[in-house]
């Protein structure tokens, strides 16, 4: 079993649409949740990170962790052709990071 | 927030060559940098882990031999790619970690793309 899985996609919605990316791990250990985006040919960007269970709200991103299920989202709102990259979920220890498989996201204008 | 760079960020070379990319964290100090590849489409697949002062750390399945890694200072890992060949072409991207409030945090550099003909 993988220590994570995400729907690789791609994923297509228009633009104002609400996104919802997520990811399941495997590895109770897990304390930190981490979103990077990875536009074309670049490398990632950390976008924002939360710590144990709970939602976090930044602008239009809002990052939601269930430890209990071991579920992360990560929720987009008023949705942007800008926001078209591929979104990588990347739990870990403190110590080890593990990286989702990525899910291409596209929003048509 | 902390700034990687790498450079070159594309590099073409000829078969057989050797290529060397240096990535640097650019106002913070990291004991630990990582590098990974990655193929189109395709997510992060980590190679090692670079420790200042140390040998480095190699994922099952990646040549030591062939991926030399030198991590001289707490700021600069170069990744040296050994008689390069086709099936090496690919995107190379360095990540530094900074621990910051009693966690680690890994900042990415943009990427060097390799071309071997």
């Given at each position: 079993q993988k220590e994570v899985e995400q729907d690789p996609g791609p994923l297509s919605v228009p633009e104002g649409a609400i996104v919802s990316l997520n990811c399941t791990y495997s590895?109770?250990?897990?304390q930190y949740f981490m979103w990077y985006r990875q536009y074309s040919r670049k490398g990632p960007e950390l976008l924002m990170y939360t710590y144990s269970s709970g939602n976090k709200e930044d602008g239009r991103f809002t990052a939601q962790v269930d430890k209990s299920s071991k579920y992360i989202s990560l929720f987009i709102r008023?949705?942007?052709?800008?926001?078209?990259a591929t979104y990588l979920c990347a739990p870990h220890t403190g110590n080890q990071f593990y990286f989702g498989t990525g899910t291409s996201l596209t929003v048509i204008p | 927030g902390a700034v990687v760079s790498q450079h070159p960020s594309w590099v073409i070379c000829k078969s057989g060559t050797s290529v060397k990319i240096e990535c640097r964290s650019l106002d913070f100090q990291a004991t630990t940098m990582f590098w990974y590849r990655q193929f189109p489409k395709q997510s992060l697949m980590l190679m090692a882990t670079s420790n200042e002062g140390s040998k480095a750390t190699y994922e099952q399945g990646v040549e030591k031999d062939k991926f030399l890694i030198n991590h001289?200072?707490?700021t600069l890992s170069t990744l040296t790619v050994t008689s390069?060949?086709?099936?090496?072409?690919s995107f190379y991207i360095c990540s530094a970690e900074r621990t910051s409030g009693g966690y680690n945090e890994q900042f990415f550099g943009p990427g060097t793309r390799l071309t071997v003909l």
């Amino acid at each position: 079993q993988k220590e994570v899985e995400q729907d690789p996609g791609p994923l297509s919605v228009p633009e104002g649409a609400i996104v919802s990316l997520n990811c399941t791990y495997s590895n109770s250990a897990f304390q930190y949740f981490m979103w990077y985006r990875q536009y074309s040919r670049k490398g990632p960007e950390l976008l924002m990170y939360t710590y144990s269970s709970g939602n976090k709200e930044d602008g239009r991103f809002t990052a939601q962790v269930d430890k209990s299920s071991k579920y992360i989202s990560l929720f987009i709102r008023d949705s942007q052709p800008s926001d078209s990259a591929t979104y990588l979920c990347a739990p870990h220890t403190g110590n080890q990071f593990y990286f989702g498989t990525g899910t291409s996201l596209t929003v048509i204008p | 927030g902390a700034v990687v760079s790498q450079h070159p960020s594309w590099v073409i070379c000829k078969s057989g060559t050797s290529v060397k990319i240096e990535c640097r964290s650019l106002d913070f100090q990291a004991t630990t940098m990582f590098w990974y590849r990655q193929f189109p489409k395709q997510s992060l697949m980590l190679m090692a882990t670079s420790n200042e002062g140390s040998k480095a750390t190699y994922e099952q399945g990646v040549e030591k031999d062939k991926f030399l890694i030198n991590h001289a200072s707490l700021t600069l890992s170069t990744l040296t790619v050994t008689s390069a060949h086709p099936e090496d072409s690919s995107f190379y991207i360095c990540s530094a970690e900074r621990t910051s409030g009693g966690y680690n945090e890994q900042f990415f550099g943009p990427g060097t793309r390799l071309t071997v003909l």
